[in-house]
C-alpha cells in the first residue's frame, strides 16, 4: 500500500502563508494524479488543486486560483503547496490524495491548518 505523509500546516493570521509538503512512498507520484483536498468537521471533502504525473497540468479550484501553487520537486518525490493570503475560511485539515481516474485509492492523514484573525 501506498504510504503518504503530509507536513507543514500551522496556526497562521489572515494574510499569512504556509507551505504544506506531500510525500508518498513507493515513487508513486510519479504514476498517478495528486490532489491536495480540504475537509472540516461536517462536511464533504473539498478539492484545491491536483496536479497529473507528468508535472505539466495542473489545476486549481476557484477559491485556491492566484493565491495558492502547487508544485513538485525535480526528483518527484515531493509535492509543495504554497498557500498566500490565507483566510480565516481556509482553516481545515488538509490532505494529499492519490487517484486513478476519478477514483482516489490513497489518502494521507493531513495537516491541520488554522488561520485567525
Known amino acids: 500500500d501506498v504510504h503518504i505523509v503530509e507536513s507543514g500546516g500551522g496556526e497562521v493570521q489572515a494574510g499569512g502563508s504556509l507551505r504544506l509538503s506531500c510525500a508518498a512512498s513507493?515513487?508513486?507520484?510519479?504514476?498517478?494524479?495528486v490532489s491536495w483536498v480540504r475537509q472540516v468537521p461536517g462536511k464533504d471533502p473539498e478539492p484545491v488543486s491536483m496536479i497529473e504525473p507528468g508535472g505539466e497540468n495542473i489545476c486549481y479550484t476557484d477559491f485556491a486560483n492566484g493565491r495558492f501553487t502547487f508544485s513538485r520537486d525535480n526528483a518527484g518525490d515531493m509535492l509543495y503547496l504554497q498557500m498566500d493570503n490565507l483566510q480565516i475560511d481556509d482553516t481545515a485539515l488538509y490532505r494529499c490524495?492519490?487517484?486513478?481516474?476519478?477514483?482516489?485509492?490513497?489518502w494521507g492523514e493531513g495537516t491541520q491548518v488554522t488561520v485567525s484573525s
Open positions: 513507493d515513487h508513486a507520484f510519479k504514476n498517478f494524479d
Open positions: 490524495v492519490l487517484s486513478k481516474g476519478t477514483e482516489a485509492f490513497a
